[in-house]
């Protein structure tokens, strides 16, 4: 018995299909027409490309959905900023050495940083006339010990000015900042950590030539970054104040205008008292 094979119909070069939902098809030899055959291989051809672009290319609108809620969320979910508050005189303080640095980077030599330095240290000493200060506010940034195991620490008031004990007993012989074991002030300062917000009071150490005591070694080092000599007397976290409600006035309405020739309530040689904290009446004549 002979098996006869058939083979497969091979398409003839050139013949073209078309596509439809049915399937592919090829069109007849004889209802082929040249220009379809190209329309239709552009038409393919820019398909293609615009698949491919809308692959490749992000979204665009999905980034921007997505950057708007994290944005809202942040901003929802953002602390609100802590009010600080400082003294006035540490702020007067703050201003005037500020103010020095601030020259001292456009001087053109050191006589003329000495000038800054002279005037800086005069003004200081109007400011500070008692050398001890209450309350101030600060930045820890020092929080160590010698190796006595005695307190060494340094607070920042502003951007490169800082108020700092000697951290060896040498150079703290007479000035004796150093916070000794066991006492208030050195265990407060113990608790403390660096970037800690803090309230602190003390005294500056008086110098004759400085008018304060400033460890920097260099003319430029006490103008630009000063490290004045302190000596701790209280240590604590920074607090923020409370705002006092604002207790309801209430408002009198305004008697109506007397008659012209009305005489007088009050006799002309009267004095009037008028209330104080400890004499909270209301205004009386006698």
């Given at each position: 018995?002979?098996?006869i094979?058939?083979?497969?119909?091979?398409?003839?070069?050139?013949?073209?299909?078309?596509?439809?939902?049915?399937g592919?098809?090829s069109?007849?030899?004889?209802?082929?027409?040249?220009?379809?055959?190209?329309?239709?291989?552009?038409?393919?051809?820019?398909?293609?490309?615009?698949?491919?672009?809308?692959?490749?290319?992000?979204?665009?609108?999905?980034?921007?959905?997505?950057?708007?809620?994290?944005?809202?969320?942040?901003?929802?979910?953002?602390?609100?900023?802590?009010?600080?508050?400082?003294?006035?005189d540490?702020?007067?303080?703050?201003?005037?050495?500020?103010?020095?640095?601030?020259?001292?980077?456009?001087?053109?030599?050191?006589?003329?940083?000495?000038?800054?330095?002279?005037?800086?240290?005069?003004?200081?000493?109007?400011?500070?006339?008692?050398?001890t200060?209450?309350?101030?506010?600060?930045?820890?940034?020092?929080?160590?010990?010698?190796?006595?195991?005695?307190?060494?620490?340094?607070?920042?008031?502003?951007?490169?000015?800082?108020?700092?004990?000697?951290?060896?007993?040498?150079?703290?012989?007479?000035?004796?900042?150093?916070?000794?074991?066991?006492?208030?002030?050195?265990?407060?300062?113990?608790?403390?950590?660096?970037?800690?917000?803090?309230?602190?009071?003390?005294?500056?150490?008086?110098?004759?030539?400085?008018?304060?005591?400033?460890?920097?070694?260099?003319?430029?080092?006490?103008?630009?970054?000063?490290?004045?000599?302190?000596?701790?007397?209280?240590?604590?976290?920074?607090?923020?104040?409370?705002q006092?409600?604002?207790?309801p006035?209430?408002?009198?309405?305004?008697?109506?205008?007397?008659?012209?020739?009305?005489?007088?309530?009050?006799?002309?040689?009267?004095?009037?008292?008028i209330?104080?904290?400890?004499?909270?009446?209301?205004?009386?004549?006698?």
């Open positions: 018995m002979s098996v094979k058939r083979k497969a119909a091979v398409p003839a070069p050139g013949t073209l299909y078309s596509i439809s939902l049915s592919i098809h069109v007849p030899g004889d209802s082929r027409d040249p220009k379809a055959g190209r329309c239709l291989i552009v038409l393919l051809w820019i398909l293609g490309i615009v698949c491919l672009i809308s692959i490749l290319l992000p979204d665009h609108s999905s980034n921007t959905n997505s950057n708007a809620t994290a944005g809202a969320s942040s901003s929802a979910t953002a602390a609100p900023s802590s009010r600080v508050i400082i003294p006035l540490e702020s007067q303080f703050i201003r005037i050495v500020s103010d020095a640095k601030s020259a001292s980077v456009t001087a053109e030599n050191d006589m003329q940083r000495g000038g800054f330095k002279a005037r800086r240290d005069d003004q200081v000493c109007n400011v500070l006339t008692s050398k200060i209450i309350d101030w506010v600060g930045t820890v940034r020092t929080v160590d010990s010698n190796s006595d195991g005695k307190g060494v620490l340094s607070i920042a008031i502003a951007d490169g000015i800082r108020l700092e004990t000697w951290n060896n007993d040498l150079s703290d012989f007479e000035d004796h900042t150093l916070l000794q074991p066991s006492t208030k002030v050195f265990n407060a300062a113990a608790s403390m950590r660096s970037g800690q917000l803090a309230t602190f009071s003390g005294s500056f150490i008086p110098d004759s030539e400085n008018c304060i005591r400033e460890s920097s070694m260099t003319l430029s080092g006490k103008l630009t970054d000063p490290e004045f000599i302190f000596q701790f007397s209280a240590v604590a976290p920074y607090v923020e104040p409370t006092q409600p604002v207790q006035v209430a408002v009198e309405p305004e008697p109506s205008a007397a008659p012209a020739m009305q005489e007088s309530l009050v006799p002309a040689d009267s004095e009037i008292k209330p104080t904290s400890s004499d909270p009446g209301a205004m009386e004549s006698k």
